[in-house]
């Protein structure tokens, strides 16, 4: 079902540079009494920004992950992912949408065990379809080149269980990175791993960074949310400016 958006509440579209831009957005869950996940949320994030999202269990962070990954619609407010007006979008477009913007990061790696972890990176492939002009080489060849990206140009041909947890990690990020996302969104994505694979997953997202990607992390852990260049803290499905 597509939402209803006039005019009115749409306003100006963002500029070239913006990845995401929320206006006014709520997300009511049907209940009784109703649950106001999301409260007029605004959110502009940068292209090459490294924002950090973090709040109380309850607060409304997988409400707005899932909204701003497409999983879930906005009961009311405009949201644009990467000059794109989502509202407006059915279903297959949305996952269009998704599948060429979008790399996800969860807290559990979601390696298939007995397969190496380029035949892993390679299965990112398998459930969206390539885009034109970006698939130059084989699936083979490009994933080897996300995993040089994140530093696993060694580990090719090993299986997941003989890498370290920030390996393992690294090598989800190279599969988020396969197709040549705008955004990595990171739900917990150093939950499982101790402060020295935390670090180097941290590492990472510097270098991803600096090499242009937009990062968007929803953590727990102080020491992750200070290394993002901008923090916003979620209470009552309300945002607000963290001092850093
Ligand atoms: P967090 O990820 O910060 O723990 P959530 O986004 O999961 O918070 O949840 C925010 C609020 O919305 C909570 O009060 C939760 O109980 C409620 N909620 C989440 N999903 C649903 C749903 N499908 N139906 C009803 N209430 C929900
Ligand atoms: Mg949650």
Redesign the pocket.
Known sequence: MKQRTTAATLGEPPDADTVIELRAVCRT?D?EPP?R?LQDVDLTVRRGEHLSIV??????????LNTLGLLDRPTSGSFWLDGVLTNVLGDLERAALRGSRIGFVFQSFHLLPYRTVEENVMLAEAYRAPRPGRGRGTRAERAREALARVGLGHRFGFLPGRLSGGERQRAAIARALMGDPALLLCDEPTGNLDSENTESVLALFDELQSQGMTLLVITHDDSVSRRATRRVR?RD?RLGQEST
């Open positions: 869950f209940a649950v996940a709040g109380p269990s309850g607060s409304g962070k997988s409400t707005l979620i499905g």
